[in-house]
Structure formats: structure tokens, C-alpha cells
């Protein structure tokens, strides 16, 4: 299956072969017929990725700031990882598509294969010859769609979600800002409306376009000299009912001038990129002009549980979503109330993408739409894509693949597994094709794929699981199943069920499991575990954890699990190592939050051999202060570790003091020692009876907090 991939590094964009797509739950998977090139939003982004460094830098501070406070918090080689991670993969381009179903994913209703449909979403509704798209960001056409037009649903949907922000009614006026796509598409729907339409635009040929279409009531250039008085007159000297703005530009002009023509209490609608920052007089104050949004396609937009999950909101409650909006804009086109024809300036062959986005870039003629059609005769099937023959043929040797090679295992494992002769780079998945690619490219591994059964059947003896949480538990039990050493990121799963599961496949099959819990690996943890005497000791973890949004998937229960599987098993984990015995009671209290994230929360941890451990997890701190700080108590001597970047030892004599610039978590040293045990001794470095306990303790620390902070007693 091929995909248009772009560097956003280097700028080169190619066609190439990818893994085809993963079909999950409640998605389909559809074989492209057309998809349109979104010049305005699609051309920055080619635009930027083709700039130097430091263009790329201009064009986003924010995202430079980010590099920097992530080289204040982690130091140089993990920023350097991070950034070069980001400039080196394959970015996907493309979000409005059409095509034919041709799977259908688990509890989908209302589509079959063979279906006609429209599609949206970045990362989804790409420029390739076949796209995975959840129900929610797909909709069914009339067999007898034209599929080029059907392909421009996303920007149509955008449109929309406009003019509805407008709320404009029969015989009132608009004008539109901006005739580029989104702003042709705009006046379609709101001359269909009974809106009176007039446009307006810096570019004579979108303004002679717009009239010889009579998408528009009167259409001026910009510069048109007494155009707020023309404006004025065509409104019978009210002023525009609304303006919507569906232009690009960094300049105030549009903002300023849409107060300036818009009637007293009227709306102005953001639809484009434009800045916001208009003059408070003479128009905007006293006029009292609303200044509205509009978001994407509509409601459901970055919402998880509506895109991802499926979930449809209320219609007696929210009337227009972005699908309802998607399924309006193809009705519009197979009523033939609005006609579109007229956009497509422009049709290149998928073949020939790369030329069609130099004519977005260089501008070296006019256009307005831009399709991409697909070869639908050509079969796709399932198969992995070699990269480098592998010979692996000695029983000793270690055979890795992975599933899952996100952010983390590009940064922290991927780039630490030994070069040696007897660890053999088998295959890698992930959820996207493109990043399966890179990463068995940048890795050396022998395939790419898309489907599990290529690695769970493969000669592979070691499997690295570092996908979504919610996967986690299911990925262990097969590849337990199948004879595998695993090791998966933490948490090891979300349900107790899931732990039991486990455990007994486990105790079945005598496989080792090893999970991600680096922190006990850090050179640091290896001097304070020397230092620490026999007997009880006290212990306080301090993590300034930062805030979560309650919308990202990590906050999901069903995802993620939230903060505490998700991320403090890693501080129970680390305390059980310091003493060197198993967790026993734990007791927890949160501060009141009104979505119950519970990601402010003291942990109090009773241990077999008397230990105690407060985890002090605080997402409400600020971002200035370091985010680890650990202080051990033991027979006079007194630790402190900050951040894993220094520790101090106080005791009798001289204070012992270590410090690195770069943070050491141990991620290196965790793998250097997890293959030397694969190769050599074959014993755990951490017992499993540790990961399985650990794993409890989180779920009990839950089960406290439902309690009011009852103390639960920790039963395997």
C-alpha cells in the first residue's frame, strides 16, 4: 500500500510502500478513489517542513520553547533525541477523502463493504491508496456519488460548522473574507441558505471567479477604493449581518475590517488562520461585536470519546456534529443545491502528488481545489514489507520485535538495545504505517507490518510491548502464549481480571516478563541502594507531576487508566526496590477535582520488612520546580535525590554529593542489563512476583481512594 509521506526535517516528500492499515475497533477501511489537497493548511505545512532550521524555528516559537524547557528538565541527549525524532519521521499529509469500504471493524453498524464514502481527519483521511478511518469521521453516499466532488468533505464540513457559527437567517446578509477554498465553499452554502452573500479578497482572480460562478450576491478586491461604503449600501446601510473571515494571513487587516463593515451587534466568525487582536475602537466597542470560533468540522472535533470511541452526542442536544455536518455538505452536493464542480482546477494522479504540492508551494498558476485521483483497480492485501534479510539460526541468540514504537521507546529503548551479533532486529508494528517504516529503517529492523501475526508467528523470541495501555494486558497474554520473553512498558494493565489472566499464563508457560521500570536501573538508585542500611527505613517521593489535560487518552480510564496505573506504579515500584520488600497495606487521599482524575493525591505505603514510603504525587505545582525528588531515612544516614540529575548522602564525615547535566532515569542501563540476562544468566531482574505485587498496590491505591482513604491490605 502506498502513502505521500513528507520529512518535516529535511523537507523531501515521496510515494512510498507502508504496512497497510490497522483496522480497530469501530473504524473502516477504505481503498481511496480521490482525495483533496487543502492548499491553505496543507501549503504551510509543506512550506515550513521545506525551510532551514531556523526558518522552521520562526515559524514556531512555541514549539522551540518547548525544546528548551525540555533541555532545562531532561538535558541535551534526550532533547536531542526528541527533536530529531520529530524532524526524522514520515509525516502523513491529507484529510478529506473518498473511496470505497473494504473492511469493516469490530461492533460497526451502518456500513458494509463495497459502501461509497466520504472521509475526514488528519492522521486518518491521508493522501494514500488505503486509510483506516473511525466511524465518526466517515459518511455513507449514494452509490451514484460523483466521488471527486464527495472528496472535498472535510474542508465543506469546515465551511459549514462556519456559517452555522454565523447563525444567520433568510434574507439576511454575510460577508466572507477570504475566497480561497474554504471562503468559495462558505458562499456555496449560505447563497443555499437564502444568506445574501458578498465576498471579498486580495486576489482579482478569486474575486472574478466568485462572480462568474455567482457563488456570490457582489464580490470586490480589497483594495477596491470606498469598499466599506459599497458594503454599506449593498445592506441598505445596516451593515453586514455577519462576516466570516476564511483567510490566512498574520496581518490585523481582516479582523479590523470586518468590525468595521459588520452592523451593530453583529457577529464576526474566525474561520481561516488570522490574528485576533483588533483596534477596541472605534468599531468593536461600540458597536458590541460578538467574535466567534468555529471549530473544525464541529462538535465531536478532538474529542476522544466521539472520535475515537464512537460515541454520538444527543441530537435533541447537540443538532450538528461534525459528521451530522459532513452528511449535510453531501446531501447539499447530491441535491445539487450547491454545485462544486468549478473548484477542481486542478487533477493529478497519486503518482504524481509531489508535483501537485510544488504548484500549491511555488503558486506557478492559479488554482482553487486540488484532487488526487487513485488507481481503484489495484488489490491490497496484509504483508509485511522487508527491509534487510535477517539470518537467525543459534538457539542463544535474541530475536526482538516490537509492537508499539511511540515517543518513549524511540527516545529510551529503541536506541539503547546493544549492538551485538547475537540480537537479531526482527519486526516492528505500530499504529501507523508511516512509523512502523522509520523506525524499522532507523533501527535495522528486518520488516515492517501491520499485522501482529507477522511478529507473534515470526522466529522472534523477545517481544517489546510499548503501545496504548489498554493493550497492554492482551499483547503480554499472546505473546506468553507464543513463547515469548516480554518486556512491556508500564503499566503491565488496567484490570485486576487482566492481572490474574496474567499470572496464570505466566506460571503456565515459565516465560519471563520484564516491565519498564527504569528508575531502579539509574546509576544514582545503584549508589543509595549501597548506602541504605539493614533494617526499616522511611522514605518520601515527591513528584511535581504537571498538569494533564482531562480530555488526553491518558486520563481515560479505558485508555490510559489514568495517573495512577499509568505513572505512579513507576514511584511504588522504586520504593519497593530501595527496601528491598514487598508492599503490604497502602492508603490513599486526593484533592477534591471535578472530573475525579484523582492526579493530586498522597500515597502512604506500608512494606513486609516495616518500611514506610509517602508518594506525594501533585499535578496542581509549578512547572519551574523539578519533577523528582526522593529523601531516604536509614540508621542516621539521609539521602536526597533530585531529579535523577544529583544525590547527596548525609551521614557521619563528609557529605558525599554526585551531579550529571544530562538526567539519568536508567533507561541505557535497564537494557544493557535486560539483553546480558537474555544472553547469559536467564534470571529476572526484577522478580515477578515484584511486577505482579507493584501492580496490585496500584490498583489498591484506587480501590483506597473510592474508600475515602481506607487502608486495604495488599493480597496477591
Known amino acids: 500500500m502506498q502513502q505521500l509521506t513528507q520529512k518535516l526535517g529535511s523537507g523531501d516528500m515521496v510515494i512510498q510502500e507502508i504496512p497497510y492499515p490497522q483496522l480497530g475497533k469501530g473504524m473502516v477501511i477504505v481503498k481511496n478513489h480521490y482525495s483533496i489537497i487543502s492548499a491553505g493548511t496543507e501549503g504551510s505545512t509543506v512550506q515550513a517542513a521545506r525551510k532551514s532550521l531556523i ?3 520562526k515559524e514556531r516559537p512555541q514549539q522551540v520553547q518547548q525544546v528548551f524547557d525540555t533541555l532545562k528538565k ?23 477523502c473518498a473511496g470505497e469500504v473494504i473492511e469493516v471493524g469490530e461492533d460497526v453498524s451502518g456500513f458494509e463493504v463495497g459502501d461509497y464514502v466520504a472521509c475526514a481527519g488528519a492522521g486518518y483521511a491521508n493522501h494514500a491508496e488505503v486509510v483506516s478511518v ?5 459518511v455513507k453516499l449514494n452509490q451514484k456519488t ?3 466532488n464527495a472528496a472535498y468533505n472535510t474542508l465543506g464540513a469546515i ?7 454565523a447563525d444567520l437567517r433568510l434574507g439576511e446578509s454575510c460577508v466572507v473574507i477570504g475566497l480561497g477554498l474554504l471562503g468559495q465553499l462558505a458562499c456555496l452554502i449560505l447563497k443555499a441558505s437564502g444568506v445574501n452573500v458578498i465576498g471579498i479578497d486580495i486576489s482579482e482572480n478569486a474575486v472574478e471567479l466568485s462572480i462568474k460562478n455567482k457563488v456570490v450576491d457582489a464580490a470586490f478586491a480589497r483594495a477596491t477604493n470606498g469598499l466599506e461604503e459599497k458594503i454599506n449600501n449593498l445592506t441598505n446601510g445596516i451593515g453586514a449581518d455577519a462576516v466570516i473571515i476564511a483567510a490566512a494571513t498574520t496581518s490585523l487587516d481582516p479582523i479590523n475590517f470586518a468590525g468595521a463593515i459588520t452592523r451593530k451587534k453583529g457577529k464576526v466568525v474566525i474561520l481561516g488562520a488570522v490574528p485576533t487582536g483588533f483596534d477596541r475602537d472605534p468599531y468593536w466597542y461600540r458597536k458590541e461585536l460578538e467574535l466567534k470560533m468555529a471549530c473544525s468540522y464541529g462538535p465531536g472535533r478532538y474529542d476522544l470519546n466521539y472520535e475515537e470511541k464512537g460515541l454520538d452526542y444527543p441530537v435533541a442536544y447537540v443538532r450538528w456534529t461534525e459528521k451530522r455536518n459532513m452528511e449535510a455538505f453531501q446531501q447539499l452536493i447530491e441535491t445539487q443545491k450547491i454545485d462544486i464542480n468549478y473548484l477542481t482546477t486542478h487533477t493529478f494522479k497519486f ?21 488526487l485521483e487513485y488507481d481503484n483497480s489495484k488489490k491490497h492485501s496484509r504483508r509485511k514489507i522487508v527491509l534487510n534479510s535477517v539470518q537467525t539460526s543459534a538457539t542463544s541468540e535474541v530475536n526482538v520485535s516490537f509492537i508499539g514504537a511511540g515517543s518513549y521507546a524511540q527516545g529510551n529503548l529503541l536506541p539503547n538495545i546493544p549492538q551485538s551479533s547475537k540480537i537479531n532486529r526482527i519486526g516492528v508494528i505500530t499504529n501507523t504505517g508511516t512509523s512502523s517504516k522509520r523506525v524499522a529503517e532507523k533501527f535495522a529492523f528486518s520488516f515492517c507490518a501491520s499485522d501482529e501475526a507477522d511478529v507473534l508467528d515470526s522466529n522472534t523470541n523477545t517481544l517489546f510491548i510499548a503501545t496504548r495501555h489498554d493493550s497492554h494486558a492482551d499483547f503480554v497474554i499472546k505473546g506468553l502464549e507464543h513463547n515469548k520473553n516480554i518486556f512491556v512498558e508500564k503499566p503491565l494493565c488496567l484490570k485486576q481480571d487482566e492481572l490474574e489472566k496474567i499470572k496464570k499464563v505466566q506460571s503456565r508457560v515459565q516465560k519471563p516478563i520484564m516491565i519498564g521500570f527504569n528508575r531502579r536501573f539509574s546509576p544514582y538508585s545503584q549508589i543509595i541502594k549501597k548506602k541504605i542500611g539493614n533494617g526499616p527505613i522511611s522514605m518520601i517521593y515527591r513528584i ?3 498538569k494533564i489535560p482531562a480530555d488526553n487518552w491518558i ?11 499509568g505513572e505512579a506504579c513507576h514511584f511504588i515500584d522504586y520504593l519497593t526496590f530501595l527496601n528491598g520488600s514487598l508492599p503490604s497495606k497502602v492508603s490513599a487521599l486526593a484533592l477534591p477535582d471535578p472530573n475525579s482524575l484523582n492526579d493530586t493525591v498522597n500515597i502512604l505505603i506500608q512494606f513486609e520488612n516495616g518500611s514506610t514510603g509517602v508518594i506525594a504525587y501533585y499535578a496542581n505545582g509549578s512547572k519551574n520546580l523539578s519533577k523528582e525528588y526522593v529523601e531516604i531515612f536509614s540508621s542516621g544516614t539521609t539521602i536526597v535525590l533530585n531529579d535523577f540529575k544529583s544525590v547527596k548522602i548525609f551521614g557521619k564525615g563528609k557529605t558525599f554529593s554526585k551531579s550529571s547535566l544530562n538526567q539519568n532515569k536508567g533507561q541505557k542501563e535497564m537494557m544493557t542489563q535486560y539483553f546480558d540476562s537474555l544472553l547469559n544468566s536467564g534470571n529476572p531482574l526484577i522478580p515477578v512476583q515484584e511486577i505482579f505485587r507493584v501492580t496490585t498496590a496500584s490498583f489498591m491505591v484506587l480501590e483506597s481512594l473510592k474508600n475515602g482513604g481506607k487502608q486495604i491490605e495488599i493480597i496477591d
Do not use: H, W
Open 55 to 57: 526558518g522552521k524555528a
Open 74 to 96: 531532561q538535558g541535551p541527549l534526550q532533547t536531542y533525541r526528541a527533536v530529531m525524532k520529530k524532524l526524522d519521521a514520515y509525516s502523513p499529509l491529507g484529510y478529506s
Open 134 to 138: 473511525p466511524v465518526n469521521l466517515c
Open 146 to 148: 460523483n466521488l471527486k
Open 159 to 165: 465551511s459549514m460548522q462556519g456559517v452555522r457559527q
Open 351 to 371: 503518482d504524481d502528488a509531489p508535483q501537485a504540492f510544488d504548484l500549491v508551494v511555488n503558486r506557478a498558476e492559479p488554482f482553487i481545489g486540488i484532487a
Open 544 to 546: 511535581n507531576a504537571g
Open 555 to 565: 486520563q481515560d480510564p479505558t485508555i490510559g487508566g489514568g495517573r495512577i496505573l
